[in-house]
């Protein structure tokens, strides 16, 4: 059977499987980076020296270890339906190992409070300029963000249960985990700004996306309209991610709680928080070793 026919039963198979989102990244990298490379082969063709030569073709594109991990998890979850269809031999996985881990430093650059207040500035866009200050100021991921509508406004609190899929037909869908559904307080600033927002659009109702009216902001445009903000001020841009990692960050400096931080973030334990966030602790451990070599430098 030819690998392209299926990766077609695969879809169907596990389209009924799983959350929206999660087929559509799958369906997405997948394409991209396993049917490109194997759609001009039969099952049959599949050997462990053929997915020794896909290691080597996706190690040329220098992912980071988690991409890796999916992308070696997705063709194995293919090659066991094959298995379970009797297309090819169970064998085939006995040699076929995770992809090789590399030494990999954190991308921690976030923006400090000084440094996010000279960002913003560079905006005349109402629209745009509002979205940058909830996701700094509220830490959510960019698609909850996106996904917003203004009846999920009620006073001074904003309830975050759905998400957009930025891959794909960017559909609106559940968000990432169980404990991503929350409700977070917002500051009187803000929720001002999002009045003056709900006033900028004609004729609005409650079911108009916040950040865009009647279709929610595109990534491409937000990222456009950052990078012609950036220019603007003169400062380096970050991702549209390190915004909520900026919240963080700048909440740990305060010295706030961890567990009201990550329930903040919508993480399902405190321990993720601190994984992700420990770059922040380095101003801390910066911090200790002064104070040591302070208090110690008599001895």
Known sequence: MNFNKAYKEYLIYVS?????????????????????YFNSYNLEDITPKLLDDWKCFIYKFNFCNNYNKSLYCMLKGFLEYCIKKDYI????????????????????????LKE???FIKGFDNIVYKIFFEFMFYTGCRPGEVMALNFSDIKDNYV????????HGKREIGTPKTLSSNRVIYISNKLKRDL???????????????????LKP???????????????K??????????????????????????HIISKRLGHS???????????????????????????????
Do not use: M
């Not at 309830?159 to 930025?166: G, R, S, W």
């Open 217 to 231: 902001l595109a990534p491409t445009t937000i990222n456009r309209y950052k990078i012609r903000a950036c220019n």
């Open 233 to 258: 001020r003169n400062i380096r841009p970050i991702k549209l991610h390190q915004f909520r990692h900026s919240h963080a960050t700048y909440l740990l400096n305060k010295k706030i709680d961890i």
């Open 16 to 36: 009924n499987r799983h959350k929206k989102q999660w087929f559509n990244v799958l369906q997405y990298n997948f394409n991209k980076n396993i049917l490109s």
């Open 116 to 118: 996010f207040k000279n």
């Open 159 to 166: 309830t975050i249960n759905k998400t957009i899929d930025e």
């Open 269 to 299: 334990k405190v321990s993720t928080t601190l994984d992700v966030y420990t770059h922040s602790n380095l101003l801390q451990e910066k911090r200790l070793i002064k104070s040591l070599n302070s208090r110690f430098s008599l001895f």
């Open 89 to 112: 031999s169970n064998s085939i996985l006995y040699e076929f190992t995770p992809l090789n881990l590399k030494i990999e430093y954190k991308n921690t650059d976030f923006y400090t």
């Open 195 to 213: 009045n003056k927002l709900y006033n900028y659009y004609n004729g609005v109702t409650f079911d108009y996306f916040i950040f865009g009216g």
